[in-house]
């Protein structure tokens, strides 16, 4: 029983599936699909409509980052419950970039305290994350680009700002699931100021 629960804790959480519509389905406010949604390299796979990247985590151990990407339908608005998820975006030995999802116990590090549906409307919505280790929310608004294709953009408090654009996350490792510190980059959406705050471990 207790070996049954200690599998159970430690299993990663299931990546919701793409979205995907019949051509049938699509009408006049479907958004355009996003074609570098369809690379082979992905691994977990991307629906036409998604976000790759809403914002990342990078470390100061390797080039290699943490994205977090979101599972959007043909309006743009978040396709259910848990649509953001984190994976492994690899830079090392590109080209290609490639990708592949976390392992269970780096959902410890790179996971969810929190994430739920906020608001959906027809062209795009609002969704809330929290992060396991950054201490504050974050607000996703998704909707439709300049180019007609699905964007997501997330907004936190950075250095007393409210509503500032996050944009990544730099953890300074320190040694084996440790950290020096984490700085929280980002910018100002009304002014375009540069903000980082950094945060002590």
Not at 151 to 179: H, N, P, Q, W
């Amino acid at each position: 029983m207790l070996a049954a629960a200690l599998a159970l804790s430690c299993s990663a959480p299931a990546i919701p599936p793409p979205v995907v519509y019949p051509a049938a389905a699509v009408d006049e406010q479907t958004a355009k699909p996003n074609p570098n949604n369809a690379d082979p390299n992905l691994n977990p796979p991307f629906g036409p409509f998604d976000v790759q990247t809403v914002f990342y985590i990078e470390k100061s151990d390797g080039k290699d980052r943490v994205d977090y990407g979101m599972r959007l339908d043909r309006h743009c608005a978040p396709a259910g419950d848990s649509v953001v998820f984190p994976y492994w975006r690899e830079f090392e030995h590109p080209p290609p970039v490639r990708s592949h999802p976390l392992k269970a116990i780096q959902y410890l590090a790179y996971g969810f305290s929190e994430q739920r549906l906020v608001e959906r409307g027809a062209r795009g919505g609002k969704y809330l994350v929290q992060l396991k280790q950054v201490d504050r929310p974050i607000l996703i608004v998704t909707g439709l680009g300049a180019d007609a294709r699905c964007v997501a953009t997330a907004y936190t408090k950075i250095r007393g700002v409210e509503g500032a654009r996050l944009d990544r996350i730099f953890v300074k490792v320190s040694g084996f699931a440790s950290a020096d510190y984490v700085d929280v980059h980002g910018f100002d959406a009304k002014t375009g100021q540069k903000l980082v705050e950094r945060l002590k471990q």
